[in-house]
């Protein structure tokens, strides 16, 4: 079975600090990973995928993710955090041979002026 | 602007009671999904759809059943209504084979 973990509920950062956001997975096959971002009374709305090549993935607004398949981890990156990121992300994951994408539970993230 | 279109944006109905909701997926986009998002349970996905046809099946309960049509919009219906099924319902749609899913702006249920 598919499952996506996102261990933090939340994760403070200051503005023009580097934010991580972090999110493990668990999928048969090779994993199709996602990041989301959702503001207030919004839908969901893409960021970034991982399919296949280089395991660093660069977004929408300046973040990144990194694929490291030996931890099945897909971290949510960016080298300098703004007020406006702030929002809650969604890691997801979709395993080859399957239509599910299953979310994790999300996490707040709250930049600091 | 996702390009999916969702309605009614919001919804306030009693138990018991029976709603449509519905969803028009991005031009050219073949699968539709459905997820249900409430405080405790995060991002639940209920059924996807493509072309017409079921594809995928997740955690739907008997009382909500879903379609798509061959204009390839899709309506969930929701029945025998209780206070939990409260909840933020979204659509999103992808081309075939998926890539990233596109969200709706979701449709806000009430159950009173």
Known sequence: AQSVAQ???????AEGNPLTVKCTYSVSGNPYLFWYVQYPNRGLQFLLKYITGDNLVKGSYGFEAEFNKSQTSFH???????????ALYFCAVRGSGTYKYIFGTGTRLKVLA | ????????KHLITATGQRVTLRCSPRSGDLSVYWYQQSLDQGLQFLIQYYNGEERAKGNILERFSAQQFPDLHSELNLSSLELGDSALYFCASSVDPP????????SRL???
Do not use: C, H, I, M
Request: charged share 20%; hydrophobic share 30%; proline share 8%.
């Open chain 2, 110 to 112: 009430t159950v009173l």
């Open chain 1, 7 to 13: 261990p933090e509920d939340q994760v403070n950062v």
């Open chain 1, 76 to 86: 949510l990156k960016k080298p300098s955090a703004l007020v406006s990121d702030s």
């Open chain 2, 99 to 106: 890539g990233e899913l596109f969200f709706g702006e979701g």
């Open chain 2, 1 to 8: 602007d996702s390009g999916v279109t969702q309605t009614p």
